[in-house]
């Protein structure tokens, strides 16, 4: 029995720690509870509060909001004692991992104690290593179970079968282990299937979905209608979607794409394995614990009936791929102000885009946040106007002649101004850099040396010593005149290199040229108002950057 460590206290401040991590112990909450209460009561422990992960698995601890809540509570003393029915409700972390998320509850002065291992002590040599061998073969047990899940869907996927409830537009059937059909299960019911059975996809019995899913392919092919178009159509119409809420284009991108449609079983597209995934191959191998998106692995053609013809399967993808190379995907080295225009309306970046009509290509720049979720106006503006108007302001504002020796007079008046009105003195500056360079050296080589608890105080210590050696550096940097550097020599430096822009202008190489864009522009943001149907041009506002050393700078 462990004793309340606070003299006056009669019982002992613990918390019940309850998770399940499937609906295969749909029990197991209300049995941890039951027995969580008598091990209290056991152990002289008073339930100050409960922490239930349900449904989530013992290595995702980031994703257990119960558990989280737990670790912060327990370091700001709300009880001493944690009490779960087993170790493995605690976590099924490694050794190694584990040790992350018990230091700090050691720490504390938190203790656990479990229904199925009794007390554990991690203030002791034999208890942690106890409580380390225990915890190994917990992790393992979840590393076997991933292989093996694992190793069967790799199969099941080779014998044509879908994994899952399958795409939108299909029931599942299954059928007894004498081929007898027993249960049909609509998409998006949940239905455990007995040892034995067999399942299969067919499509589905509502006419509803089998016609919004044929007329979403038939649409396509037969229209000039993308993805957002059709998507924003059935939102006007109410078209009932999979999940229930508004459709969307990457939604509708994903079903045209989707072989199943077309009788096809696929597996292996997203790979998000904890332990264990798919590879390139179609064969078992370890994850890397991060999600992977691209073609499918496996692939069983005519597996099911499908809904779709082939032939209109195949022309869709056929469309689809021609759409990505011609308007989706344009090039940017097609698009000269790439990166520099921006939408006034909500701040967006505006990307360029092609159309085809009558045997004509046409160049656009629009509003990617149009483009990716319809929050904007969604005006579109010819790209080579503003292309050329963009060069023609670049070329009579910054780069023609008359403007060169304006600008050698106005780097020497900043110059004599600078001079004049500095009260910088660069001795001192350089002694007080110095005297901070060496607390630095010394801070950090003593950090080693103070107690853990004093360790966060001494890191903030040297991180505002820094603070100030930066600023008096930079303040020392501003007020020198680099050894060479007079006003001559960085009007100079300012008229070569606009120079070298009019050459890259006028080369007629599109890199050059959107170099010479990139490096005078640090935005163009365009307005426009809307008559009837129609768009027109309200506003256009250029942003240059300050070149006075051929550089980069903030802009004026």
């Known amino acids: 029995m462990i004793k309340a460590t606070k003299p006056h206290s009669t019982t002992i401040p613990a918390a019940a720690l309850v998770r399940m991590s499937s609906d295969d112990q749909e029990q197991s909450p209300e049995q941890q509870r039951k027995e969580l209460v008598k091990l209290a009561e056991r152990h002289n422990c008073n339930i100050v509060d409960w922490y239930e992960d349900l449904g989530i698995s013992g290595v995702d601890t980031k994703k257990r909001d119960g558990f989280q809540r737990m670790l912060k509570e327990a370091q700001q003393g709300k009880f001493e004692v944690i009490l779960a029915y087993d170790q493995d409700r605690f976590s099924r972390l490694d050794s190694i991992d584990s040790g992350a998320v018990i230091a700090p509850l050691r720490n504390a002065g938190v203790r656990m104690i479990t229904v199925a291992q009794g007390v554990i002590d991690w203030t002791t040599f034999a208890g942690r290593l106890i409580y380390s061998v225990q ?36 029931d599942r059937e299954f059928y007894d282990p004498a081929g007898k059909l027993v249960h049909r299960a609509t998409w998006g019911v949940r239905f455990r299937k007995p040892q034995g059975w067999t399942v299969k996809i067919v499509p589905s019995s509502d006419p509803e979905i089998l016609a919004t899913i044929r007329g979403i392919f038939a649409e396509y092919l037969t229209s ?64 890397t614990g991060r999600v992977r998106h691209g073609t499918a692995s496996i692939v069983v053609v005519d597996s099911h009936h499908g809904i779709i013809a082939r032939d209109a399967f195949d022309a869709v993808q056929a469309k689809l791929a021609g759409r990505k190379m011609t308007n989706l995907r344009a090039r940017m080295s097609d698009y000269l102000l790439t990166g520099i225009l921006r939408c006034g309306h909500c701040g967006g970046r505006l990307g360029g885009s092609r159309r085809s009509k009558d045997g004509h290509e046409y160049h656009y720049y629009v509003c990617r946040s149009h483009n990716s979720n319809g929050s904007c106006i969604g005006f579109a503006m010819n790209a080579k106007a503003i292309e050329q108007a963009a060069i023609k302001m670049l070329q009579e504002k910054v780069l023609d002649p008359s403007n060169f020796e304006r600008l050698r007079k106005e780097i020497a008046e900043q110059a004599k101004s600078r001079k004049s009105t500095s009260t910088v003195k660069p001795k001192q ?56 550097e007079s006003p001559d020599a960085l009007a100079d430096k300012a008229i070569q290199n606009a120079a070298r822009l009019q050459e890259r202008l006028q080369s007629g190489n599109p890199r050059d040229v959107r170099e010479a864009l990139r490096a005078v522009y640090e935005s163009i943001t365009v307005s426009f108002t809307k008559e009837n149907t129609r768009f027109r041009l ?19």
């Open 135 to 170: 915890q190994e073969g917990k992790n393992q047990y979840l590393v076997d179970r991933s292989r093996n899940t694992m190793r069967g869907k790799i199969d099941a996927a080779k014998r044509g079968v879908i994994n899952g409830i399958g795409p939108w537009g299909f």
């Open 224 to 287: 000039d209608c993308g993805p957002r178009m059709i998507a924003r159509r059935l939102d006007q119409t109410a078209t009932p979607s999979p999940m229930g809420g508004a459709w969307t284009h990457s939604g509708i991108a994903k079903l045209l794409r989707n072989r199943a449609y077309a009788g096809d079983a696929c597996y292996g597209a997203d790979r998000r394995g904890k332990f264990h995934t798919v590879d390139d191959s179609g064969e078992l191998a370890k994850s």
């Open 429 to 484: 500056i350089k002694e007080q850099i110095a005297k901070l360079n060496k607390q630095l050296e010394r801070g950090a080589a003593n950090i080693t040396l103070v107690d853990s608890d004093d360790v966060p105080a001494v890191r903030k210590a040297l991180r505002e010593l820094r603070q100030q050696r930066d600023a008096l550096q930079a303040e020392l940097d501003a007020a020198a005149t680099p050894a060479g």
């Open 538 to 556: 309200k506003r256009v506002v250029a942003e240059f950057y300050i070149m006075e050393t051929g550089t980069a700078g903030r802009p004026r």
